[in-house]
């Protein structure tokens, strides 16, 4: 009987062992992901000094949605999930853009983006920035 206790007790403090050490990696992981996505939020652009990415891309896109992860390589990949009319305005296109973050330098770059699936390049996401910035001190919202 004492040798049943004894080992319940130590199933007891395993648990809480593994317990406590999950929550702190997970609370860990939370500061990251959220320090890494406000590195690209706060990210300003030589084409608008006055705005960041979070403002212009907030004005520019729709149903914005940010996230992050790390790859299977461990790097830190921050990105968003959105929505812009297309050209003819009667196209909704859905976007998925994402950068890799530096977390040591505080810097990012273009990862990759598609709009409805289709892959954006380095080119197509400049023209995006440069739409972005050039709006983010607009009234409208086109």
């Known amino acids: 009987m004492k040798g049943k206790k004894f080992l319940i007790k130590i199933g007891v403090v395993v648990l809480l062992v593994v317990m406590v050490g999950g929550t702190i990696v997970s609370i860990k992981e939370k500061k990251e992901s959220e320090n890494a996505i406000h590195i690209v939020q706060s990210g300003v652009s030589k084409i608008n000094e006055n705005s960041n990415y979070k403002e212009a891309f907030e004005k520019y896109f729709t149903n914005l949605s940010w996230f ?33 973050v530096d977390e040591n330098t505080n810097t990012f770059k273009f990862y990759k983006g598609t ?28």
């Open 68 to 100: 992050t992860y790390k790859n299977s390589q461990g790097i830190r990949v921050v990105g968003f999930t959105a929505q812009r009319y297309m050209h003819d305005r009667n196209t909704m296109g859905d976007y998925e853009i994402s950068y890799i």
């Open 115 to 142: 709009c409805n699936g289709i892959e954006l390049n380095q080119l197509d996401m400049l023209k995006i920035t440069i739409c972005a910035f050039d709006q983010a001190d607009s009234v409208d919202n086109y």
